[in-house]
């Protein structure tokens, strides 16, 4: 028996020697312990040896089992370790290779300025709205105490879409009367507009026949002028920085009474002068006032109980300050190459 458990030895040391791939493993488990492997034979043979044999012997067998089912599995291991090795040399990555540049896009400056302005509103509590951009001439002028032939009209030199009914609204001031209207007077309001808006005034870098305007507007008992100055101070501080003093300049809107002008200190210079204020230290962003008596009324606001203020700021004027850019195209513009440069300057 001794002899026939060295030679299975041997044996299996010249078959392993040879071995190279898988499917030699799968051949020797079937050889040497599969269900007619030569030591599953011995195995079976027991049965020929005495009782007392059988002890020694079955020990013997189960040593040479163990033994070569041990050496069959190391050396699968190292075959699939092999194989293992192979497969990532050849899949290996080359890190020194230039990788193709991914084009990632960003928000237009023009967006994150009116998403700016929008959070400051909504946190002091106003509602964001929209209004249509193909507007009636009624809510564009003649609720806003511009009725046809007006000289204040000429102003916004208008681009009338349908005779003199439909436009291209030259204003978001046309929201104002839209919301007052659909509460029919009952309720106080408190929004903002942020929209796009129309005038035939295109001539220098700073005008673009469509502009962006962020209407506000709030109607409740007891609003004075104060109210607007105090609200517009607090958000020109959250918008530009806490330093920003705010100017209010009369002037004279149809549907305001009375009306202002609004400018903040020009923060480049703090108010010193430079190229950026023209040297006059104030920079003006919109236009604003107390609600005018006749709007609330035509609205049906009774002017003795309901008092508001309105302002409109203008969304490219202030993205334009804030990032420094003085063509106002630059915010239409959709050629990467060109709008790259902005991509650079993220605030937040
Ligand atoms: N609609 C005015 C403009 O276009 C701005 C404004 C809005 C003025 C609200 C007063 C109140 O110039």
């Not at 609003?223 to 607090?234: A, E, F, N, P, Q």
């Amino acid at each position: 028996m001794e002899e026939k458990i060295n030679q299975i030895k041997l044996n299996l040391k010249s078959d392993l020697d040879n071995v190279n791939k898988l499917q030699d493993i799968v051949d020797l488990k079937a050889k040497y312990i599969g269900k007619s492997g030569c030591i599953t034979e011995l195995m079976k043979n027991m049965k020929d040896y005495s009782q007392e044999e059988r002890k020694s012997i079955g020990q013997l067998v189960n040593n040479l089992k163990n033994e070569v089912t041990d050496l069959i599995v190391n050396k699968e291991e190292v075959i699939n370790n092999n194989l293992l090795n192979e497969k990532l040399e050849k899949e290996s990555i080359d890190i020194s290779l230039p990788a193709t540049e991914i084009v990632v896009g960003s928000p237009n400056i023009l967006e994150r300025v009116i998403e700016d302005f929008e959070s400051v509103f909504m946190s002091m509590g106003y509602d964001v709205v929209d209004g249509p951009e193909l507007e009636e001439d009624r809510f564009n002028f003649e609720l806003l105490g511009l009725p046809k032939g007006h000289p204040a009209r000429d102003a916004q030199d208008t681009f009338y879409v349908k005779d003199d009914e439909l436009l291209l609204r030259s204003h978001t001031s046309p929201v104002q009367a839209r919301t007052m209207l659909s509460k029919e007077g009952k309720e106080p309001v408190r929004i903002i507009c942020p929209g796009k808006a129309y005038r035939r005034d295109d001539d220098d870098a700073t005008h673009s026949h469509q502009f962006t305007q962020i209407e506000g507007l709030i109607v409740d008992k007891n609003i004075k002028l104060s109210d607007l100055k105090g609200t517009v101070s607090i958000i020109c501080k959250k918008l530009f920085g806490d330093d920003t003093v705010t100017r209010f300049r009369p002037s004279y809107y149809q549907f305001t009474e009375p009306s202002v002008e609004m400018d903040i200190s020009c923060f480049n210079c703090k108010g010193k002068g430079c190229n950026i204020c023209k040297n006059t230290g104030w920079i003006t962003i919109g236009g604003a006032g107390v609600v005018h008596y006749n709007v609330l009324k035509g609205c049906g606001y009774d002017p003795k109980i309901w008092s508001g203020f309105a302002f409109g700021f203008g969304a490219e004027r202030c993205a334009m300050l804030k990032y420094g850019i003085n063509d106002i195209r630059t915010f239409y513009n959709t050629d990467l190459r060109e709008t790259k440069p902005f991509d650079r300057r993220e605030d937040n």
